[in-house]
Each structure stands twice: as structure tokens, then as C-alpha cells.
Nanobody, 120 residues
């Protein structure tokens, strides 16, 4: 089994910054990609940012230039630095990882979610 544990999040005023972190642990053979999704009330879960093992990144248009995703392959962690936050960034943020386990099974795993609230 693989576990993803998130930290960070909270309440911040518009224009402020927050940093989310996620650590993966368990029966990990290889982490193929890691990323962050978010889900606002009444909306579908959407991709915020992702990073693959080679370092290539992908961002939602709405966060480009404001958010930065980074990864520490040695520690199996991924972080999301969120700057210039807007009220529309308010959502529950979920860590995601595509993991190949030591049993050579590959699937997506999810964290429990962390609330980010941006006040205007």
C-alpha cells in the first residue's frame, strides 16, 4: 500500500501565499508522476499542476505564473508554492501520485485533501 500525507493549506488573504507539501510512503518501487488537484464546492475536481519524474511540469491556465510545483525524488515529496492567491483559488487541494508498487502494480493514489481558503 501507498500513503500520501499532505500538509500546509489554511486561510490567507487575497494576494498572499501558501505552500502545500505531500509525502508519499509505503511499498513504492517508482513514482511516475505527482501532482495537485483541487475541488471547489459544486465543481468538479480539476488538475492544478503536475510533474513527472523527468521534471516536466504541467499547469492549469488559471494558475500559470502564480503557482510552482516542485518534487524531491529522493524523498518522494511534492510541493506546491502558491503565490498571488485569489478568492477563486479557494478549494480542497488533493495530492495525487501515479505509483508503481513493489508488486509491480501501477495505479493512482490520493491524499486526504487540505483546505485552502482565500479571503477577499
Amino acid at each position: 500500500q501507498v500513503q500520501l500525507v499532505e500538509s500546509g493549506g489554511g486561510l490567507v488573504q487575497a494576494g498572499g501565499a501558501l505552500r502545500l507539501s505531500c509525502a508519499a510512503s509505503g511499498s513504492i518501487f517508482r513514482i511516475n508522476a505527482m501532482g495537485w488537484y483541487r475541488q471547489a464546492p459544486g465543481k468538479q475536481r480539476e488538475l492544478v499542476a503536475a510533474i513527472i519524474s523527468g521534471g516536466n511540469t504541467n499547469y492549469a491556465d488559471s494558475v500559470k505564473g502564480r503557482f510552482t510545483i516542485s518534487r524531491d525524488n529522493a524523498k518522494n515529496t511534492v510541493s506546491l508554492q502558491m503565490n498571488s492567491l485569489k478568492p477563486e483559488d479557494t478549494a480542497v487541494y488533493y495530492c495525487n501520485a501515479s505509483v508503481t508498487t513493489t508488486l509491480m502494480s501501477t495505479r493512482d493514489y490520493w491524499g486526504q485533501g487540505t483546505q485552502v481558503t482565500v479571503s477577499s
